[in-house]
């Protein structure tokens, strides 16, 4: 026809030329039913608070009117995200390039109230939008589906799919021409749709839901409250749904002040509450895509489980913790939490793990589930992470039998080797902390202090020094009110040691002298050999080596009796210490090399690594060097292998000290560096700090290591 005329033909001769070639019956003049002349231009009006996302919104722009990009596009992200005021503020801006209009179809995939459109349903919305009614439109969904691509085949046309419920409802939906575009925006990935682009969609950085805020209440408002705005957009946590919200309250009421929101958004119990207005609602959000896996049986197992993820106070979610919780084998766990992330109602947490957005968890604590079933399932959760963590405890430490008095009555995960323990506590860290908080509220129960316990070792050779001291004083005030003596005992002694290290001697002294008492009260009396062996060791770093000695003395004492070879190792080694302070060098290196013996024995890497330290520590104060950074150099291998941080940047230092006097400044040097890198990485120094003692020659040497023995 071009070639013929030497036009191009407009969009309605197109479309004639088109329904012609489909013999559609829209053109027999003898029905009701016509093609009408027209260009769809459907789209809603475009939100005026839309802000920021340019980076999203220049992406969409290119894969629609780029011609060689695919020909569908989806948004994706949890409901109240803003995917429709995106995709509708994208359209507005491309939609003139589309010479055959702009079609919208809000399929109502998570809309309350409403059930998603059938595909039929939608499909008969298009083909009208296309200038078909009555008869012209199939009443089959196959045949409708056939009439759709026919009339799109040839079709300059931009297609919205807004708020579509999964890959079935949409693809009957998508148009058969090549210039045709599509944009969809979905809860759901819609991963499987063939030769599509796909933009995930998370929640606004600061600055831009801050703009979201201002551009809400005005600037004026904001100015004079920017503390009070800051926590605002902090509570709802970048939900351009949950500002909306915020927004609209606040113009509402021109003389109510920002603060006041903001504290009253502080309380959990009632933020979901506020964060509802006129027809907008961040709850009635969520219970939609709760709802739609209630009602699919492959998402039952999901929906439940998102009800049992809110009784836990963890940060991060992984699969065989949430096995433990919902008494599931792990594999099918996982598959619950995979179908949650599709869902959107989890996020993703690194690797392998999940995690809440804040308004979502709120939620999932607001659904109700029997007592004793919130019970079970809480206590299945927390002796996973306190039988995982005594096994790690047992395999870095090398020590077995502490915690029979009471088992786990869960099997935890199966860490075999030390290497998988450390990165189990590594990757864990923040999910034990609040482990131990949740479990501290009950105040009837052991499983805080026993868990407080295992990971006290874990975290004070990392140097998590503040951490432990705030989950162990939780778990001795619950150990206090069941007057649990033995776990009050154990839970002084790793405070003893944290303020220890910290410098804190006086402090350090008052949690011995109250532990070893509570051993007496438990009719224990044995059990205060570690406690005498750490209290010589305060001892030693008071300078008051008369009594470190006699502490000592008492506690070899007790592990003789008992007969534990191990805790004999671990008194020599510190009766080592004080021997080298006291100026008996040979009496120390003698007695380093009987512990390093002993610990040889016992097939304890940390323990060795500890020994080989203190022998360095030993020949350095007696001049032989040679020998000190050949120790030294071993304890650094042993420590790093065991994940002991700080023990590691304490072998480390001391090496740079025994090669300095060797005259090696340069390996010297290498080595303190090495030393204040990881005292860093542990948050014990500053950069700046780091830095001031490497301007040093010869640096100072800082508290961190200064307070080890």
Not at 423 to 450: C, F, K, M, P, Y
Request: glycine share 8%.
């Amino acid at each position: 026809m071009v070639a013929e005329l030497g036009i191009e033909p407009g969009s309605e001769l197109r479309r004639l030329q088109q329904a012609i070639l489909a013999r559609d019956p829209a053109l027999d003049l003898g029905t009701p039913a016509q093609v009408v002349p027209l260009v769809p231009a459907e789209l809603p009006a475009d939100t005026q608070a839309f802000t920021a996302r340019a980076a999203e919104v220049e992406r969409l722009r290119a894969a629609l009117v780029d011609g060689d990009g695919p020909a569908v596009t989806v948004i994706d992200g949890p409901g109240g995200i803003g995917k429709s005021a995106l995709a509708v503020h994208v359209a507005h801006a491309v939609g003139d390039r589309f010479a055959d209009g702009v079609v919208y179809v809000n399929l109502h995939g998570a809309t309350s109230g409403l059930a998603p459109l059938t595909p039929l349903e939608a499909l008969r919305h298009l083909l009208r939008s296309l200038g078909l009614d009555g008869t012209a439109v199939p009443a089959d969904p196959g045949e409708a589906a056939a009439r759709y691509r026919s009339l799109t085949a040839a079709c300059d046309l931009l297609v919205i799919l807004d708020n579509a419920r999964d890959v079935r409802q949409v693809r009957p939906l998508i148009p058969g021409g090549a210039g045709c575009r599509v944009l969809i925006t979905s809860r759901e990935p819609l991963a499987v749709l063939d030769n599509a682009h796909h933009l995930h969609l998370g929640t606004l950085a600061g600055p831009e839901a801050a703009a979201l805020l201002t551009h809400l209440v005005g600037a004026g408002r904001v100015a004079a409250e920017p503390e009070a705005a800051a926590e605002i957009v902090r509570l709802c946590g970048g939900f351009p749904l949950a500002l909306r919200i915020a927004g609209a309250r606040l113009a509402a009421r021109p003389g109510a002040t920002l603060s006041d929101l903001a504290v009253r958004l502080a309380d959990a119990t009632r933020r979901l509450d506020l964060l509802e207005y006129a027809d907008l609602a961040v709850r009635a959000g969520i219970a939609v895509s709760h709802q739609h896996l209630r009602e699919d049986p492959a998402g039952r197992d999901a929906a439940r489980l998102l009800t049992l993820l809110g009784l836990l106070e963890l940060p991060t979610h992984t699969p065989a913790a949430t096995a433990a919780l919902a008494g599931w084998p792990e594999q099918r766990a996982e598959a619950a939490l995979e179908r949650l992330l599709d869902a959107r109602l989890l996020e993703p947490a690194g690797s392998r793990g999940y995690q809440f957005h804040d308004l979502v968890r709120l939620y999932a604590r607001e659904q109700e589930l029997p007592g004793e079933e919130r019970a079970a399932a809480v206590r299945r959760a927390l002796h996973h992470y306190l039988a995982t963590a005594v096994r790690a405890e047992c395999l870095v430490s090398g020590r077995t039998g502490d915690y029979d008095d009471f088992p786990a009555e869960q099997p935890g995960e199966e860490l075999a080797t030390v290497a998988a323990a450390n990165e189990w506590v590594e990757h864990e860290r923040d999910n034990l902390l609040a482990a131990i908080r949740q479990a501290a509220g009950d105040s009837a129960d052991r499983t805080a202090a026993v868990l407080a316990n295992a990971t006290q070792w874990l975290f004070d050779r990392r140097g998590w020094f503040s951490e432990l001291i705030e989950v162990s004083e939780l778990a001795l005030r619950g150990a206090d009110e069941m007057a649990d003596w033995a776990g009050k005992a154990v839970l002084h002694q790793g405070l003893a040691s944290v303020h220890s290290q910290l410098g804190r001697f006086p402090e350090s002294l008052r949690q011995l002298e109250a532990g070893l008492a509570c051993w007496d009260l438990a009719g224990l009396p044995d059990r205060k050999a570690g406690m005498l062996n750490d209290l010589g060791t305060l001892y030693t770093m008071m300078g008051r080596h008369d009594d470190a000695l006699a502490a000592l003395e008492h506690a070899l004492t007790i592990t003789e009796r008992t007969g534990r070879r191990d805790h004999q190792s671990y008194v020599r080694n510190n009766r080592a210490h004080v021997y080298y302070r006291q100026g008996r060098f040979e009496e120390a290196v003698e007695e380093a090399r009987l512990v390093l013996a002993m610990t040889e024995e016992l097939d304890d890497t940390g323990s060795l690594g500890v020994a080989r330290d203190t022998l360095g520590d030993a020949c350095r104060a007696a001049g032989l060097l040679e020998e000190a950074v050949e120790h030294y150099r071993h304890a650094v291998e042993l420590q790093r292998e065991t994940g002991f941080t700080l023990y590691t940047a304490v072998s480390s230092w001391w090496l740079g000290h025994a090669l300095h006097d060797l005259g090696r400044p340069e390996e010297a040097r290498a080595s303190w560096r090495e030393s204040l890198g990881l005292l860093r990485e542990a948050r014990l120094l500053t950069p700046a700090e780091v830095a001031a003692y490497l301007a040093q020659p010869v640096p100072d040497t800082p508290d961190p290591i200064r307070n080890q023995l």
